[in-house]
């Protein structure tokens, strides 16, 4: 089967969507039952380091929603592809061959308001097409799921859970961490990380070998200035922003922390936290639905709008070895559900019954 592959996010730094997709192709190169099929990876400009067995098809263009639905669509009818999988969202509709697409979560329904009115409206339209045209829909849990049944309106049986593997971080084995708490992920408005500064504040005051990183770029809508957030705060050095952290960085920030938070009102899956568990350190999350999904009893959960809840789960956490060593022995067990072997083999049986 020659199966056609939406590869834009191979692209520069891949983001969620880029180190989904490689995790995938990971693994499908290292299966001789993969080799059966041929894997066209199509993209506006140049990937680097892509194994075999897969053909790159560079298709100049910007990587926007013209690039994929008049550009892509004329060499994927010219390479007469059996199936096309778009990892991302949304689909080329003006091809002939059937497809298959990953959603995520849909935020962009659920909650418009995140969104500006071009970019909401896009994402709406497209995806629901998208989803309606495809004969099967992926998603990263059973709460997307649920979310992707009512607001996109698929039916149950065309959509299939399947959770991710979880990179491992190249970190150190420290014996003493530093009092270090972090954050990880792109800044959107419903994670919080102005409230996450505010509440953190005092009680790195009180203490003040303790610190605070968030890495991740902003892309908050309405804007949220994180530079005024801490200056406000008069913490010098106690807080950093990274916008952008190499993974040597980040694995060197990941064996530095002692506890992770993620204040997310909502998330397909909250794959960060579960990145920061298999580096060795404890999240406090917001206590969703999703969150629980995730880390199950790996985890310490907090209130929506509750910063002292907050600031006492980070300080146990910080100072308190039995509760960091009971959350800890549970992530193996939670750990255990995301697997990027596993995910390959279903994802691509998927693709196959299609």
């Given at each position: 089967m020659r199966i056609g592959i939406d590869a834009r996010e191979l692209v520069g730094r891949p983001t969620g969507v880029g180190r989904h997709l490689s995790g995938l192709l990971a693994e499908w190169a290292a299966d001789s039952a993969s080799r059966v099929?041929?894997?066209?990876?199509?993209?506006?400009?140049?990937?680097?380091d892509v194994p075999e067995p897969f053909v790159v098809k560079i298709v100049p263009g910007t990587s926007g929603a013209w690039w994929q639905?008049?550009?892509?669509?004329?060499?994927?009818?010219?390479?007469?592809?059996?199936?096309?999988?778009?990892?991302?969202?949304?689909?080329?509709?003006?091809?002939t061959a059937k497809t298959a697409v990953v959603i995520y979560d849909v935020s962009f329904a659920a909650h418009p308001e995140w969104f500006r009115f071009r970019e909401g409206v896009r994402l709406r339209w497209l995806s629901r097409a998208a989803a309606?045209?495809?004969?099967?829909?992926?998603?990263?849990?059973?709460?997307?799921?649920?979310?992707?049944?009512?607001?996109?309106?698929?039916?149950?049986a065309?959509?299939?859970?399947?959770?991710?593997?979880?990179?491992l971080r190249n970190t150190r084995v420290r014996s003493e961490r530093e009092p270090k708490v972090l954050f990880v992920g792109s800044i959107f408005?419903?994670?919080h990380v102005p409230d996450l500064i505010a509440s953190l504040s005092p009680l790195l005051r009180l203490h003040p070998e303790a610190s605070l990183d968030i890495v991740g770029d902003n892309r908050s809508y309405p804007h949220e200035d994180l530079v005024a957030a801490i200056e406000r705060e008069q913490l010098g050095e106690q807080i950093t922003w990274h916008r952008y952290a190499t993974d040597e960085r980040l694995d060197e920030l990941y064996s530095r922390a002692r506890v992770?938070?993620?204040?997310?009102?909502?998330?397909?899956?909250?794959?960060?936290?579960?990145?920061?568990?298999?580096?060795?350190?404890?999240?406090?999350l917001l206590d969703t639905p999703v969150s629980r999904e995730t880390c199950g009893?790996?985890?310490?959960?907090?209130?929506?709008?509750?910063?002292?809840?907050?600031r006492r789960a980070v300080e146990q956490l910080l100072f308190d070895d039995q509760a960091r060593a009971t959350l800890l022995?549970?992530?193996?067990?939670?750990?255990?559900?995301?697997?990027?072997?596993?995910?390959?083999?279903?994802?691509?049986?998927v693709i196959e019954r299609c």
């Open positions: 099929h041929q894997f066209l990876l199509y993209t506006h400009a140049a990937i680097p639905q008049v550009q892509l669509p004329r060499a994927v009818r010219s390479d007469q592809i059996d199936l096309f999988f778009s990892p991302q969202y949304t689909a080329p509709l003006r091809i309606t045209q495809a004969c099967a829909v992926m998603t990263i849990s059973e709460f997307s799921r649920r979310e992707i049944i009512e607001h996109l309106n698929v039916p149950a065309r959509i299939h859970v399947i959770p991710p593997g979880i990179p408005n419903r994670r992770f938070v993620f204040l997310s009102d909502y998330e397909g899956l909250g794959l960060t936290p579960l990145e920061a568990l298999a580096a060795g350190v404890p999240p406090v009893d790996a985890a310490l959960y907090v209130p929506r709008d509750r910063p002292q809840d907050v022995a549970a992530a193996p067990g939670v750990l255990a559900r995301y697997n990027w072997a596993r995910a390959a083999r279903e994802t691509l049986q």
